[in-house]
C-alpha cells in the first residue's frame, strides 16, 4: 500500500478531483480500484435469451475458460433494453449452482437410496423400456374395431422451458412410436 | 402496450410476474395512459397502477358482461368497425336459444353426457337464389348443386357425426371447426332480432352495475370508473389494451374469460390496432413455442389437430380442419398437413399412400395430462418422462400426482436439480405421512441432469410469438444433456432396436427422417432442426431451397415443413431467430431482432388498423394502410391481408381460402373473415360467456339457476372430492376462497427458483395473505402458523396479514379470501422446502382447453401448525365428514332449482331445460380440449 498521504484523505481527494460530489473515484478504495469486474475479464460474450418467463429478456452471458463467469441484461434488445429482473439477473446460479445435479441418477426399485450409473447404460435401458412399454400399451383398433395405431403405455409432461427444436424432435417421435400421451405446461 | 391509451390487468400481476415487460407498461403511463388493476389482491401491479379495483376471485364475467352491456346500452360502441368487421350483423340459426331463454343453459345440452349439440348456434344460411333476407336454417338449398358439390364432404362429415363427438374442444385446431359455406344471412341495420348483434344485447341486459357490485364486490363507483376509462381511450384517436395471464385461464371458464374480453375489444374497435388487443402474458420461456410446436396430446405442429378416430383417410381429416370453400388461410390446411408427412416421412410419403396420414396415431378422447394421472392410478401407464416440469409441486392436486407415480415401473426425470418429481419416493408427504413406504414402492426412477440454456443453442418463442435464437455459451458438465441430445439418441437406439422388425406397426419409427448433423459429441445441430422446421422446396427449379413463407407450401408433396406458422424463419438458409440489429437502431416494432410467426409480423389482423376503405383510423392511430398508387398494403408492419386486396373488393361466395376474402375481411383466420362477438362454432360450452361460479364457491350464482358451467370436466371419485357451492348443507365447513399465484423471486414450482442461494435467501418460506378481518375472525397471529384445510388436503403456511387482501361483502355476506403462492413443496433437496398450495386443489377441468381450475377453490383456516402422520389424515377427514362430501358433491351438471336460491332469468320455471332436469353425476372420463394459454 502506498504511504499515507493527506492528499489521499476522501474529503481532499474529492476537492482534487472532479468528482465533488464525491459519488466517483475520489470514494473508491484502493482495492476497489485494483479489481476489475468478471464482464471486464471473460474471454468471451455470447448472445442468449432468459429461460423464465415468456418476456424473452435478451442476456449477455460472459465466458471465461469454458465456464459461465457471469449472465447480464442486453441493452440491444429491444423487448428489455438491458433490464433482468431479480430471476434472470440469478441466473448465473442456475448454470454454476451448488445444488445443480450433473451426475445421472438410477434409483432401483423398492431401493432406499440413488446409485450412480452411466449415462450410455442409461439411456440403453430407457429404450429397452421405451420398447416394452410401447408394446404392452399398443391398441391397434378400438372397440368398435377403428384403427387407433397407438400406445396408452408411455406418457410425458414438459416442454414449456425447452426449446423449439427439441419439443419439435420429441412430438416427432412420440407420435411415430404411436404415443399420445404428451402434454406440458401450457395445459396447466 | 407502450402505445395504449388506456391498459386493463385483470387476472395478471404483471408488475410482479412480468417485471421487465412491464417497463412498457410504465411508458405508456408515463405518457399518459391510465393503467386498471382488477385482481382480487392488491399487488405490486396495483402500486404503480391509476387504480386498484378488487375482484372475487372467478366473477370476471359478470365484470366483462357488464361492461359489454354498458357498451352497448350506452351506445359506445365503435359503429364502424364493428359492422365492417365482426359478425354482429350475421343472422343465427332460428333454433338457438340462450341462457336467458333457458336459465342457464344455451340450446343443444345434453344432461346425459353434459355436452352441447352444438348445431342450432350456426349461423342462418343465405338461400342462394333467394332475395337475401330469408332465412334459411343451416339447410343445403336442394336446388343449388354445384354448391353441393362443393361441400359434399364436409356436409356428409357433419351432419354424419355423432353429436357427442362433434362437441368435444380437443378435435379442433385454433381454427376452430369448419364452417363450410361463407355466405349467411345478415342484417347489417343489426335490427332483426337473431342478429348476432341483438342476441348480445339480450344475453347480457341482466349484467348491470348493481350485479357487479353483488356478484363481485365491485363498487358501483369503481365500476363507473373503469366503464368511462375504457370507452374514453377506444374509437378512432384511441386505444384500450387488456393483459391477463393465468388468473383468467386457471378457471372452469377460463377460456370464456379471454372469449368475454375479445367481444368487448370487438365492439370497441381495439382488435388489429397499436396499442390495442388482448395480450396473454405467458410464464415459460417458451411456453408459447410448446405450444406452436406442441408437446401437447390433441395438437400437431402448427394447431393442426390430432387425428381422431373413424378419420380413415387423409381427406377425412382435412375435412375436419377446414372446408377448402371457407374464406381465409385455414382452407390451405391440405398444404400444411402434407408439408408436414413429408418432413417427417420423407419419401415414404407419397400420393399413393396418403402421404403416410395412416402412420399418425388416433385419439378417441381427452388424454390430458389429469386423464393420464388417473390412467397411472389405474396401472395403465408404465413410463412417464418428465423433462423441465415439477408436476409432485406444480400441478393440481399433487397428492394424485404423487401417488400416480408410484403406480409407474419406470419414471425418466430431466432437470438441473434433484426436484420432488425426482424425489417423491424417498422424502414426499405420502411417505411422511405413512401412505407410501419406499421399500414397497415398485417404480424405477431415471434422474437425467439437464442442460442449462446457456450450454446448447435453439430458440425460445415468446409471448408476442417472436422466437429468439440463444448461441452456445459452453458445454454441458458431467452427464448433462440437452433433450435435443438425448431424444434424439433415444429415437436412434429405438430404430437401431427395431430395424429387423417386420410388424408394420413399427414402420413409422423405422420411415422416420431422423437424420441430422451432430458434432463431436454426437449432439445435434439445432440449426438442422429449425431448418426442417421451416420448410423446403424438394422438387422443381427451387428444390433444396428452404421456404420464404407458408404460402410456398403445396399440397402435392413438392414441399416440405414441419410447422407452417414458422415456415419463413430459415428463409433463404439464413437463421432469422438470430436477428440482432440492436433495438436503438430501429423503430419501435423491431422488425430485424428475432423473428415473429407469421411471416415476422407483429400485431396479428392489423387489416382492421385502416377503415374499410383502407384508411387509418386516425392520424395518431396508424398503422397498415392501403396504398392506393402502387395498389397495395403497406405501412409499419407486415400486412396481414392479401398484400393486393384492394379495400373495396368483393368476396367471391366460389373461391375458398385467401382468395375468398373480402377487401374489408380482416379476420384472415376465420371462416367468414370477421371478428366473432358470437361463436358459432369452436367453444364447446357456450357461444356467449356467461357467468358460473366455480366449481367449489360458497355464493350461489346471482344470475341463473345453473350454478356452475354445465359442460365443465368433473371427475367424481373419492380421492377428488368439491367442497359444497352455495345454499348446499356443510358449505360452511369450507367457508373461505383461496387462491393461488407467484411471486418475483421464484418460478412456478421452484425448480429453477429453490436451487438457487439468492433467490431462496429472497423468499425463503411458504406463506399465505389473510384480511386483518379474517385474520381477527379465526384468531391468526402475524407471522405466526395458519393451517389451511381443503376438501383434498391440508397444509401449514406463515401467516402474513395485510390489507392487500381484501374481505369483500358478496350478496350482502363478507367474503373472505385467503392467497397462497404455490413455489414450494416437501422434500429434502432444495434450499428453501415448504408445503406446497396445489396440494390443496382438486382437478375439475374447462372443457375447451382441459385446464384446470387453479385459481379459486374453498378452503377453511385455522391458527397454529398442521399434524403429522395419521392425524394429518384424520384432520382431512374429519372437515370431509362434517361437510358430508361425497363424489357426487357440486359435480351435479345441472343444479336442481331446489338446491339453487338464484333469481333466475327471465324464462319461467318448467320451460326446456333447467327446471326438469334433475341432476346427473358426470362420467369420469368427459373428453373435450383445444388448446391454449397456460402458464
Known sequence: ?188 | MANADCIVIQGSNMAECHPVGYQWVTEAKARGAKVIHVDPRFTRTSAVADRHVPIRAGSDIVLLGALINHVLSNELWFKEYVVAYTNAATIVNEDFRDTEDLDGLFSGYDPETGEYDLESWAYSRREHDASGTEAGSGTTDPDDHEHREDDAHADDYEHGADTSERAAGHQYGSGGPPIEHPEFESDPTLQHPRTVFQILKRHYSRYTPEMVRDACGISVEDFDYLARTITENSGRERTTCFAYAVGWTQHTTGAQFIRAASILQLLLGNMGRPGGGIMALRGHASIQGSTDIPTLFNLLPGYLPMPRVGMDSLEDYLDSVSSRTQKGYWAHADAYTISLLKAWWGDAAQADNDWAYSYLPRLNGAHGTYQTVMSMLDDEVDGYFVFGQNPAVGSAHGRMQRLGMAHLKWLVVRDFSLIETATWWKDGPEIASGELRTEDIETEVFFMPAATHVEKAGTFTQTQRLLQWRHQATTPPGDCQSELHFFYELGRRIRSRLAESTDERDRPLLDLMWDYPTDEHGDPDPEAVLAEINGTHLTGPQAGRPLSSYTEMKPDGSTAGGCWIYSGVYADGINHAANRRPGHEQGPNAPEWGWAWPSNRRILYNRASADPEGRPWSERKKFVWWDEEKQQWTGQDVPDFPVDRAPGSPSDPRAGGAAGLAGDDPFIMQADGKGWLFAPKGMVDGPLPTHYEAQESPVDNPLYTQQQSPARITFPRTDNLSAPSANAAGVGVYPCIFTTYRLTEHHTAGGMSRWLPYLSELQPEMFCEVSPELAAERGLEPYGWATIISPRAAIEAKVLVTERMRTLTVGGRPVHQVGLPYHWGVGGEAFVTGDAANDLLGITLDPNVQIQESKVGSCDIRPGRRPHGAELLALIADYQTRAGLTPETSNERVTDPGTSGAVGGPAAPGTANAAGIPGTPAAPDTPGTETEREG
Not at chain 1, 5 to 18: A, C
Not at chain 1, 60 to 68: A, E, I, M, N, T
Not at chain 1, 146 to 172: F, Q
Open chain 1, 1 to 188: 500500500m502506498a504511504r499515507f498521504s493527506f492528499l489521499e484523505w476522501p474529503v481532499i481527494r474529492q476537492l482534487r478531483s472532479s468528482d465533488s460530489l464525491g459519488r466517483g473515484e475520489a470514494v473508491t478504495s484502493q482495492r476497489t480500484r485494483e479489481i476489475a469486474p468478471r464482464t471486464a475479464t471473460a474471454d468471451r460474450v455470447v448472445q442468449s435469451v432468459c429461460p423464465y418467463c415468456a418476456v424473452g429478456c435478451g442476456q449477455r452471458v460472459f465466458v471465461k475458460d469454458g465456464k459461465v463467469v457471469q449472465i447480464e441484461g442486453d441493452p440491444d434488445s429491444p423487448i428489455s433494453r438491458g433490464r433482468l429482473c431479480p430471476k434472470g439477473a440469478a441466473s448465473e446460479q442456475l448454470v454454476n449452482a451448488p445444488g445443480r445435479q450433473t451426475r445421472l441418477l438410477y434409483r432401483a426399485p423398492r431401493a432406499t437410496e440413488w446409485q450412480h450409473l452411466d449415462l450410455d447404460t442409461a439411456i440403453d435401458m430407457i429404450a429397452d423400456r421405451f420398447i416394452a412399454a410401447r408394446r404392452r400399451g399398443w391398441q391397434d383398433t378400438d372397440e368398435h374395431g377403428r384403427r387407433l395405431r397407438r400406445t396408452m403405455g408411455i406418457a410425458a409432461l414438459g416442454g414449456a422451458t425447452l426449446d423449439n427444436e427439441e419439443n419439435y424432435l420429441i412430438k416427432k417421435l412420440f407420435t411415430a412410436a404411436g404415443a399420445v400421451q404428451i402434454e406440458n405446461q401450457a395445459r396447466i
